[in-house]
């Protein structure tokens, strides 16, 4: 019903860029809200950054001025500009969408995954 494909990872030096995309198909009465989250080894899946239907945007703490999450809406594609980026921003990111999909009794929402793509900061 959803399919999400993440690109843009790579290699990067600290303090370099790269902007990551995430381009979402299939058939759905609405996406409530998408986001990026990332995994390194070891540690737990975390929200990095979403954003709602209303472009209203969340970061977490760590990520914040260095981040930016967006939107085109004409090319169903949500990006994540990183900056300035650090080592600790090695990690796996995965694009999540909160997806209306209508249902008989109404509109239900799920969470759909991309498969992820690499980030790694190093020198």
């Known amino acids: 019903q959803v399919q999400l494909v993440e690109s843009g990872g790579g290699l990067v030096q600290p303090g370099g860029s790269l902007r990551l995309s995430c381009a979402h198909s299939g058939s759905f009465f609405s996406i409530n809200a998408m986001g990026w989250y990332r995994q390194a080894p070891g540690k737990e899946r975390e929200l990095v950054a979403a954003?709602?239907?209303?472009?209203?945007?969340n970061y977490a703490d760590s990520v914040k001025g260095r981040f930016t999450i967006s939107r085109d809406n004409a090319k169903n594609t949500v990006y994540l500009q990183m900056n300035s980026l650090k080592a600790e921003d090695t990690a796996v990111y995965y694009c999540n969408a909160n997806v209306g999909i209508r249902r008989v009794g109404g509109v239900v929402y799920s969470d759909y995954w991309g498969q992820g793509t690499q980030v790694t900061v190093s020198s």
């Open positions: 954003i709602t239907r209303g472009d209203t945007t």
